[in-house]
């Protein structure tokens, strides 16, 4: 039975970072047309009624229907440690983190943190995200299984670890390799779900591992490989300490088989002209981590270079490191970040950046992340009126974007009106 929701839409006619914010366009009395879990048709409301008549109406008035927020870099066992104050990312890793991780050995433990998660990522309007687990492989299983039972795109994948980790938080390059080996066996392309295999990042890994993973990873080239990068000034020189052969930090994972096309590096904000120069070449994507790289002390996403650079962008709340589970919170903080390196965003570049932006750095860019025919019907209804302080400002507004904006510097979960997972409410 075909739905027809009606509501306030944006459509993605390009890609607003390299084209402008022209690349998106608002339709005030829009309609989305869903079947059998996909979209079928978008347009303007009285164009879309008009052709399917049989269709049942949803009508959300003034309410923007959005795809679902797209969060494109978490580690789902830090849910229980968000927020922990006072520590940059060594001691953060070492004095909140790493303890945590450790209690997921236990199923029922990683069962619970799973579900958990995800419910609150759905109430945050957030239907998609990639996550790291711990270095157990039944961490990943928790996870897939909590997505799997909520029908939802998700990926994943096990954190290997294999020195500068407490005993009981390290695997070794084999057992890396086999227990990665045999999750992917396991998930990837099961349902929605997608296996990633996951370095946590150079300083916890021995070349070995580094090299068995990117053996891995030329075995199923089609998987992503997540990792972080030049996150902290510390962090850095660590790298170089433990690595002094590399040329610099991306050079850790490259001359390890860890750089290609489908390689997603996190953070990547105090990148050398060749780093930055070598991502772009390669086509890999930068997972920009905002609300957590002033959480942990770790500086500013140099906005105007990587643009200018064309390099493939996406946002992330980087849960627990980062201190919110809301892309709306996301896109504020790389709002504000924008405007510290003086390349203020639009907000037509925010909201692309937390969908459309995330699911093409996650090469599913083509199944959801945007409204149009063909995409899985993951979208959210969005009150861009939540609070009375964001309702005020709103009716101020001369356009659209005027009228958003508030929702993205001020909203929160009270804002997500609705969630449907391919086509089914969820939330
Ligand atoms: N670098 C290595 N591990 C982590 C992590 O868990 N969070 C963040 N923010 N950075 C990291
Ligand atoms: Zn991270």
Request: hydrophobic share 45%.
């Amino acid at each position: 039975m075909a739905e027809l929701h009606l509501g306030q839409l944006m459509a993605y006619r390009g890609d607003p970072l390299v084209e402008g914010p022209e690349a998106v366009l608002p339709i005030r009395h829009g309609a989305l047309l869903i079947a059998n879990g996909m979209i079928v048709d978008i347009g303007e409301a009285a164009d879309l009624c008009a052709a399917h008549p049989g269709a049942t109406l949803v009508d959300h008035g003034d309410h923007l229907l959005s795809p679902g927020f797209i969060d494109a870099h978490v580690h789902y066992p830090q849910t229980a440690i968000i927020a922990s104050w006072g520590k940059r990312l060594i001691d953060w890793l070492n004095s909140y983190t790493f303890p945590e991780e450790m209690r997921f050995g236990d199923p029922a433990y990683a069962a619970d943190v799973a579900g958990r998660y995800l419910d609150l990522a759905l109430s945050n309007g957030t239907t998609t995200a990639c996550s790291y687990c711990t270095i157990h492989p039944q961490s990943v299983d928790a996870i897939f299984q909590a997505a799997q039972a909520r029908g939802m795109r998700m990926l994943a994948g096990k954190t290997c670890m294999d020195r500068n980790a407490p005993e009981g938080l390290r695997d070794t390059a084999q057992t890396a390799y086999d227990q990665s080996a045999a999750l992917l066996a396991r998930w990837h392309g099961v349902d929605r779900l997608s296996y990633v295999i996951t370095p946590r990042f150079s300083p916890t890994s021995s070349r070995e591992q580094l090299s068995a993973l990117g053996a891995l990873w030329a075995e199923h080239p089609d998987c992503l490989m997540q990792t972080h990068l030049s996150e902290q000034v510390d962090e850095i020189a660590w790298v170089k300490s433990l690595y002094p052969e590399a040329r610099d930090y991306l050079d850790t994972y490259e001359s390890h088989g860890l750089l290609g096309e489908n390689a997603l590096y996190g953070h990547a904000i105090h990148l050398t002209p060749r780093e930055s120069a070598r991502i772009a070449e390669v086509g890999a994507a930068l997972i920009h981590c905002p609300t957590s790289n002033s959480f942990i002390g770790s500086g500013l996403f140099d906005w105007p270079a990587r643009m200018a650079e064309g390099q493939r962008i996406g946002l992330a709340t980087d849960t627990g490191g980062g201190s919110n589970f809301s892309m709306l919170r996301t896109m504020a903080a790389a709002y504000e970040v924008g405007q510290l390196t003086h390349q203020p965003l639009h907000p037509a570049q925010l909201w692309w950046l937390a969908t459309q932006g995330s699911a093409r750095a996650l090469r599913i860019g083509d199944k959801v992340g945007a409204l149009a025919p063909g995409m899985e019907a993951d979208f959210i209804a969005v009150d861009l009126a939540s609070t009375p302080v964001i309702a005020q400002r709103a009716t101020r507004a001369n356009d659209f974007w005027e009228a958003l904006f508030p929702t993205i510097m001020m909203g929160d979960d009270r804002a997500i009106a609705g969630v449907w997972i391919g086509g089914k409410k969820r939330a």
